[in-house]
C-alpha cells in the first residue's frame, strides 16, 4: 500500500454545477476503518456528476449550461438544469413539474 496517494486535477469539484454527494466524507472516515490510512484533506461534500456530462454535453465541467436548443451538442431535444445544486437525483420543485409536464403524471392504476 502506498504511504501516500494524492489526486491532482484541472479542477476544483467542489464548484462544478451537477449533484452533490458525499462521498469525500465516506471516504475520510471508513479509510481508517479499512487499513487505508487517514484521509489528510476531503472535500466533506462535492460533485457527484456534472450537469453537462449527465445530459452528454462535451463540455469542461465548469463551464455555464448551454440553454436547451442553443447547439449544445446534446443528444437530448430538450432538458431542464436546476438553479442551485441538489443532492444526487435530488429534484428541485421546478425540475419535478417539469417533468411532469413532459412526461405526464403516473396512472395511479397503473402502479
Not at 476531503?42 to 469542461?60: L, V, Y
Request: aromatic share 8%; glycine share 10%; proline share 10%.
Amino acid at each position: 500500500m502506498p504511504d501516500e496517494l494524492i489526486v491532482d486535477s484541472d479542477y476544483c469539484w467542489k464548484n462544478v454545477p451537477g449533484g452533490r454527494n458525499v462521498f469525500g466524507a465516506i471516504t475520510q472516515y471508513a479509510a481508517p476503518w479499512v487499513d487505508c490510512g487517514k484521509v489528510a484533506k476531503s472535500e466533506m461534500t462535492t460533485c457527484a456528476i456534472p450537469t453537462g456530462s449527465a445530459i452528454g454535453i462535451d463540455m469542461p465541467p465548469d463551464a455555464p449550461m448551454p440553454l436547451p436548443g442553443a447547439k449544445s451538442g446534446s443528444p437530448f431535444d430538450d432538458y431542464i438544469a436546476a438553479e442551485r445544486d441538489l443532492e444526487h437525483v435530488g429534484l428541485s420543485p421546478e425540475t419535478a413539474a417539469w417533468l411532469l409536464q413532459h412526461l405526464g403524471a403516473a396512472d395511479a392504476n397503473s402502479v
